[in-house]
């Protein structure tokens, strides 16, 4: 059994973050099958051999989606920043800087910085405003 | 290359990130209404309009006995204020000046942060946007001139957005001067007069150019939402030997879902 989901001595961690790094592991895993599925897609010619691998990766599409969740639920910074991307049109780059600059609500995103270099924007977002 | 040409700006790495920079400065303090409503976006600059949510039933049909109805949809504005930069100044800056002039820059910049601001709070009909000052269901109150009322003008907001059913954290956009009138004055035993309204609200007070007195209103959710296409960028117009010519554009609509969730100060 591996331990490879392990960056630092495994007795050397609390228990949240050995759950949540073996939760990572997981979302790593049903990444990977979901792209080895897909490829698998690609080429199988066989109909009823297509059929089983889709309801397969759509198997797989749901357990990354807890996982996803999970962590999400467990580490609420992550949670903001994903709310801002995740789910809507217009441009991903865009939306990520606006919503790290939001959801960090300061620090490095408050200073003054070169546009996004895809979409010119200055990522003011909502956070923008004097406020006291 | 997008919409904003900035390629084919003779400006240097250096030269965008100083401009940049300065614009972001510029803007950000003074972007007032994004603070204090919902924000949506950016959605890119493809965003054409704001899902109302609404159709309107149509009087003729391509077919008889079939009903007919068409969505309805708030469109998004855009906003320009044009720059110009000396070419010489840049050139300059690539040699490691710090002293460039960018007053030009710093104007458009203050130009269209007070344009969104004041369309979302005094309104802008040809654009559709009713701002939450005109669109509320509250008659305006006076805040007056002298600070000693501030407090008691803003707890009777409070109370009346209270009275309606809608609930806190409220924030409060202050206009240029009431807002220095308040960051100057302490009352009765010292305390500022700044701390004593934000106890009242619950929320931030925002400093807003552009905007008469000051609006009280709810930062709940849900009661006013900015939707954003392109949020404010820096785009390329053209140039000769003396200068480059530039803007600073952004795209959005507002839309007031509640007006009964805000009141509007006057002065």
Same mark, same amino acid.
């Given at each position: 059994?591996?331990?490879?989901?392990?960056?630092?001595?495994?007795?050397? #961690?609390?228990?949240?973050?050995?759950?949540?790094?073996? $939760?990572?592991?997981? %979302?790593?895993?049903?990444?990977?099958? &979901?792209?080895?599925?897909?490829?698998? #897609?690609?080429?199988?010619?066989?109909?009823?051999?297509?059929? &089983? $691998?889709?309801?397969?990766?759509?198997?797989?599409?749901?357990?990354?989606? $807890?996982? %996803?969740?999970? #962590?999400?639920?467990?580490?609420? %910074?992550?949670?903001? &920043?994903?709310?801002?991307?995740?789910?809507?049109?217009?441009? &991903?780059?865009?939306? @990520?800087?606006?919503?790290?600059?939001?959801?960090?609500? @300061?620090?490095?995103?408050?200073?003054?910085?070169?546009?996004?270099?895809?979409?010119?924007? #200055?990522?003011?977002?909502?956070?923008? @405003?004097?406020?006291? | 290359?997008?919409?904003?040409?900035?390629?084919?700006?003779?400006?240097?790495?250096?030269?965008?990130?100083?401009?940049?920079?300065?614009?972001?400065?510029?803007?950000?303090?003074?972007?007032?209404?994004?603070?204090?409503?919902?924000?949506?976006?950016?959605?890119?600059? =493809?965003?054409?309009?704001?899902?109302?949510?609404?159709?309107?039933?149509?009087?003729?049909?391509?077919?008889?006995?079939?009903?007919?109805?068409?969505?309805?949809?708030?469109? *998004?504005?855009?906003?320009?204020?044009?720059?110009?930069?000396?070419?010489?100044?840049?050139?300059?800056?690539?040699?490691?000046?710090?002293?460039?002039?960018?007053?030009?820059?710093?104007?458009?910049?203050?130009?269209?942060?007070?344009? =969104?601001?004041?369309?979302?709070?005094?309104?802008?009909? =040809?654009?559709?946007?009713?701002?939450?000052?005109?669109?509320?269901?509250? /008659?305006?109150?006076?805040?007056?001139?002298?600070?000693?009322?501030?407090?008691?003008?803003?707890?009777?907001?409070?109370?009346?957005?209270?009275?309606?059913?809608?609930?806190?954290?409220?924030?409060?956009?202050?206009?240029?001067?009431?807002?220095?009138?308040?960051?100057?004055?302490? /009352?009765?035993?010292?305390?500022?007069?700044?701390?004593?309204?934000?106890?009242? *609200?619950?929320?931030?007070?925002?400093?807003?150019?552009?905007?008469?007195?000051?609006?009280?209103?709810?930062?709940?959710?849900?009661?006013?939402?900015?939707?954003?296409?392109?949020?404010?960028?820096?785009?390329?117009?053209?140039?000769?030997?003396?200068?480059?010519?530039?803007?600073?554009?952004?795209?959005?609509?507002? *839309?007031?879902?509640?007006?009964?969730?805000?009141?509007?100060?006057?002065?």
């Amino acid at each position: 059994m591996g331990f490879d989901q392990y960056h630092e001595p495994p007795h050397e #961690l609390p228990d949240e973050t050995r759950t949540f790094a073996r $939760m990572c592991a997981s %979302l790593t895993e049903e990444a990977e099958a &979901i792209g080895w599925y897909e490829q698998r #897609l690609a080429v199988e010619g066989d109909g009823d051999a297509a059929a &089983i $691998m889709r309801d397969a990766q759509g198997e797989e599409f749901k357990h990354f989606s $807890m996982d %996803l969740e999970f #962590l999400l639920r467990r580490k609420p %910074l992550w949670r903001e &920043i994903a709310r801002g991307i995740l789910f809507q049109t217009g441009d &991903i780059v865009e939306h @990520g800087e606006a919503s790290e600059a939001r959801a960090t609500g @300061g620090g490095e995103q408050d200073e003054a910085g070169p546009a996004d270099e895809r979409s010119g924007s #200055l990522g003011i977002g909502g956070d923008a @405003g004097s406020v006291r | 290359m997008n919409h904003l040409l900035r390629p084919l700006a003779p400006i240097s790495d250096s030269g965008w990130e100083l401009l940049d920079s300065e614009a972001k400065q510029r803007l950000t303090p003074a972007l007032a209404a994004r603070r204090l409503v919902d924000f949506s976006g950016p959605h890119g600059w =493809e965003h054409s309009a704001t899902n109302l949510g609404r159709a309107e039933a149509l009087v003729t049909s391509p077919q008889g006995d079939v009903g007919a109805s068409r969505r309805q949809v708030l469109p *998004l504005v855009e906003l320009r204020a044009d720059f110009t930069v000396a070419a010489q100044d840049l050139r300059d800056r690539d040699r490691g000046a710090t002293d460039v002039d960018l007053g030009s820059l710093d104007e458009a910049a203050h130009r269209i942060a007070v344009a =969104e601001n004041v369309a979302v709070f005094h309104g802008w009909e =040809e654009a559709q946007i009713a701002g939450i000052a005109g669109a509320s269901a509250h /008659e305006p109150r006076p805040l007056g001139d002298d600070t000693d009322g501030y407090p008691r003008a803003v707890a009777g907001a409070v109370e009346l957005l209270l009275g309606g059913g809608v609930g806190g954290p409220y924030g409060m956009a202050l206009g240029r001067e009431p807002y220095r009138r308040v960051v100057e004055t302490a /009352e009765h035993g010292g305390h500022l007069l700044l701390d004593h309204l934000r106890k009242i *609200l619950g929320g931030p007070i925002v400093w807003t150019p552009g905007l008469d007195g000051a609006v009280v209103l709810s930062m709940r959710g849900g009661d006013f939402v900015y939707d954003c296409g392109q949020d404010m960028s820096i785009g390329y117009a053209r140039h000769d030997t003396e200068a480059v010519y530039l803007y600073i554009e952004a795209s959005f609509s507002f *839309l007031v879902a509640s007006p009964d969730a805000g009141v509007a100060l006057t002065v």
